[in-house]
């Protein structure tokens, strides 16, 4: 069963502006993950922030996470055409070993 | 080097006939799955093992077969190809115990016609 939904799920802006996307999920979860997928190509981590983390930066990526709400989001900074790709949240399923993705919010960055 | 590779890229085949897809990691990961991506780029895992023992097997249909040799290698069989099997199907290992972190094969486009 899908855990993770994005929003939007198309999403087009101009070199330098920001990028918010935002996923939802539905049960509890100790982390959350979010990934790229440059097309025809597989996914690539780019960040993973934990239930007790509220915000995390790695370079021009920041996340949130608000689990009384049940949602994260994506802040792509200063947008590069480079950075147009799909991108997904994912959370863990039962057991441990299962990540489950969201269906993806799909970026294009115009030059 | 390919951290996780799997071959071919591309697939082309007619309905019926039996095809495998192969991926390899490089990486010493203990796990390994096989995800499908479909046309409306929704991905779902399919199988995945930890050190050779299948540990999910999600509802697939049974004409598809994971094996796995070794811990370093998931193979993917496919038996009586169908019109809707055609999809994008992805490998990707990750480390054991807590470790999240997926790493994804470049995905094998599978048409069937």
């Known amino acids: 069963s899908q855990q993770g939904e994005e929003d939007p799920q198309a999403l087009s802006i101009q070199e330098g502006e920001n990028a918010t996307m935002n996923c939802s999920y539905k049960t509890s979860i100790n982390n959350l993950q979010w990934y790229r997928q440059n097309s025809g190509r597989g996914l690539v981590h780019l960040i993973l922030?934990?239930?007790?983390?509220r915000e995390k930066h790695s370079g021009r990526l920041r996340v949130t996470l608000d689990t009384s709400k049940k949602s994260s989001s994506l802040l792509i900074t200063a947008s590069r055409a480079a950075d147009t790709a799909s991108y997904f949240c994912a959370t863990p399923g039962t057991g441990g070993f299962k990540t489950i993705f969201g269906a993806g919010t799909r970026l294009f960055v115009k030059a | 080097d390919t951290a996780v590779s799997q071959t071919p890229k591309y697939l082309v085949t007619q309905m019926g006939n039996d095809k495998s897809i192969k991926c390899e990691q490089n990486l010493g990961h203990d796990t390994m799955y096989w995800y499908k991506q479909d046309s409306k780029k929704f991905l779902k895992i399919m199988f995945s093992y930890n050190n050779k023992e299948l540990i999910i097997n999600e509802t697939v249909p049974n004409r598809f077969s994971p094996k796995s040799p070794d811990k370093a290698h998931l193979n993917l069989h496919i038996n009586s190809l169908e019109l809707g099997d055609s999809a994008v199907y992805f490998c990707?290992?990750?480390?054991?115990?807590?470790?999240?972190?997926?790493?994804f094969g470049s995905g094998t486009q599978l048409s069937v016609l």
């Open positions: 990707a290992s990750k480390e054991g115990g807590a470790h999240e972190k997926l790493f």
């Open positions: 922030i934990r239930s007790n983390e």
